[in-house]
């Protein structure tokens, strides 16, 4: 199965937009994406934002949430989606976030060589709806960085088809 190409069918064939917010993968998410023909109706934009000022001034990542979770964190993950989606010039209805780590970890942190973490943002016009997960990927910096992409773009149709029960579960009434 080729992932890039059955997420640009789907987003296609739904109308949909996406863009990225990339650490580790460095831009590998939408550059699979780009690879597809047909995919400048559904790829808004690709941000590669490796710092942490890069995080925080352009995504508006708080600095307290590096420092209480890590870089490599489901919360700065999730932060970086909602950033992007927050752009003033995201026209996407689907932001796909990834940081974390493709060797060895940091001096001092004890995260697994491989781990990364996701976030997938929705905008739809009942709101907007967020989920995020941590994979831990084996081989090299390349092998990781790879996976990793395919993996974030892999979960897009998944998560789009939890959408409705994620509105149930944040219905007061649910």
């Known amino acids: 199965m080729n992932i890039p190409r059955s997420v640009v069918g789907f987003l296609s064939s739904r109308g949909l ?27 808004d934009m690709g941000l590669v934002v490796y ?5 925080c001034g352009l995504l508006k990542v708080r600095a307290q949430t590096i420092e209480e979770h890590g870089l490599t964190s489901e919360e700065v ?5 909602t950033g992007a989606l ?11 976030a990834n940081t974390g780590i493709a060797g060895p970890p940091p ?7 491989g781990t990364q973490c996701f976030a997938w943002r929705y905008r739809r016009r ?5 989920f995020s997960e941590t994979r831990v990927f084996d081989g090299d910096r390349t092998t990781i960085r790879q996976n990793a992409a395919l993996y974030a773009l892999s979960r897009i149709e998944h998560y ?14 649910a």
């Open 17 to 43: 937009v996406m863009a990225t917010a990339e650490s580790c993968t460095g831009g590998l998410i939408a550059s699979l994406i780009a690879d597809v023909p047909g995919s400048g109706a559904c790829l």
């Open 51 to 55: 710092s942490p000022p890069g995080k």
């Open 77 to 81: 993950a999730r932060e970086m989606a």
């Open 86 to 96: 927050a752009l003033e010039a995201c026209s996407a209805h689907i932001v796909v």
């Open 107 to 113: 001096q001092g942190e004890d995260l697994a060589p």
């Open 126 to 130: 009942d709101g907007e709806y967020m």
């Open 160 to 173: 789009f088809n939890e959408l409705p029960n994620a509105r149930r579960r944040a219905s007061p009434s």
